[in-house]
């Protein structure tokens, strides 16, 4: 994805981009094979981003480049086609909602394969069954139940087989272990982990918090107010964040371990504004500026998402990313004074 933007208001008023834009001018790169987590609060665009990659809402700006074609570019016949390929999937959330009750497992799997229409009625059969293996099932078991017979882990598991069962290539997970119980959350997880190397499979999987991804993401984006503000492996992001709010996130959760690289944990007073800073617009500036600590008059301008220098593969958008380190202790003082 290049300079992706998306709003969900009428195109008139969205013409003037940045205000109110659910997504505004994202970069993310997804390669076969890889894992990349996306976090962020609620409403910061992830879920807009998974839906404008399968084509369910158009971009207003930017690109989506999937195989070789802009699919973001792509308007009717063509784009149901692509929908209909399957190529791209999306499980969801809450496997309960997202499923429908009165089908069995079967009519579930196959249903994304009868939308394709590719294979013949035996070899859909036998990609139902191949499909529900992959994911741990049992198909003679598992078939011709419907959803409430089914545990919160299976139905996961049914709604991931359904995702995988045209043989996509990009799987997006919005955030799909957030209505499991710790166990079958590892089990999930480990699933996705399994899927990705036996299937080859690019997989994004969005997530609330950075530690459920810590074991199975390479790398990660994090997301703020419609913008992706920082980018990078995920124990780098992790040991070392580049942006404020990334290390906010990673100070507020206590499953989170400083590595080797960190001297000391930052603790998340370190990293909000004293009492009485100065007050920001929310718009037209720097998205976090009003959270931001160390905003000062660069501010002013949203920064681009820049590489970071000497730190191959990271990403972020801060004016203060080199710098805002050595101005832990001094904030400090300030904080110590006011
Ligand atoms: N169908 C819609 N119509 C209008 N606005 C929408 C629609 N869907 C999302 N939005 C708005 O777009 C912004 C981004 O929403 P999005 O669902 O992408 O965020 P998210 O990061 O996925 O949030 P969550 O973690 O709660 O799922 C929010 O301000 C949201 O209110």
Redesign the pocket.
Known sequence: MRGLSVS?APPRKAASLGTGA??ADADLDVRLGEVVGIV??????????A?ATVGLVRPLAGSIEFAGEDVGALRGRALRAFRRSGQVQLVFQDPLRSLDPDLTVADLVREPLDIAGTLSRRDRAERVDESLRLVGLDPDAMRDRQPRELSGGQRQRVSIARAISTRPRLLFC??PVSALDVSNRNLVLNLLDQLRRELGLAVVI?A?DLSSLAGIADRVAV?YR?RIVEQGPIHEVLERPAHPYTALLTASAPSVEPGAGQSARLRPEQLVPPAGSRPWPTDGVCVFAQRCPFAHDACTDQPALLPIQRAPGRLAACHVAASWRDRLGGHQAERESA
Do not use: Q, W
């Not at 962020?40 to 981003?49: A, I, N, P, Q």
């Open positions: 969900y659910a997504l962020g609060e609620t409403g910061s665009g992830k879920t807009t981003l839906r919005d955030e969005i609330h997301f419609g």
